[in-house]
């Protein structure tokens, strides 16, 4: 198979595929002609790699999920840990956005929003100076 079919298959650019194969996650066999020859098997470990990023796991954690996918003999307590792992950093990831939120908010309330050029938003941006 080619990088155009599995794209469409994987639903993946194929410069995402080729970043893949540039950093060992995939390997694809080689035609005679040079070509990469795709399998069924690469196009299911692509879409493993891209349900793995949109829960947020990172490059080296997909690495770890893959090995611990291919590996018969795993522990789900392995793959359980490191989900528990990625859930604790996203809720802490919540919180800092929702004290950003909050922070902006607060700023957005205080601007008059006017002509004038006070401003407690560019205030707060420079430092709390108030000017330039």
Known sequence: MN????????????????????IALLKPARAENGYRDYTDQDVHRLRFLQRSRSLGFSIEECRLLLSLYEDENRASSDVKAMASEKVTEIDRKIRELKSLKAT???????????????CPIIDELAGGSGHA
Not at 3 to 22: H, N, Q
Not at 108 to 114: E, F, L, S
């Open 3 to 22: 990088i155009g079919t599995v794209s469409e298959k994987s639903k993946l650019p194929a410069k995402t595929i080729r970043y893949y194969e540039d």
């Open 104 to 118: 902006l908010k607060n700023l957005v309330d205080h601007c008059h929003g006017d002509q004038r050029p006070d």
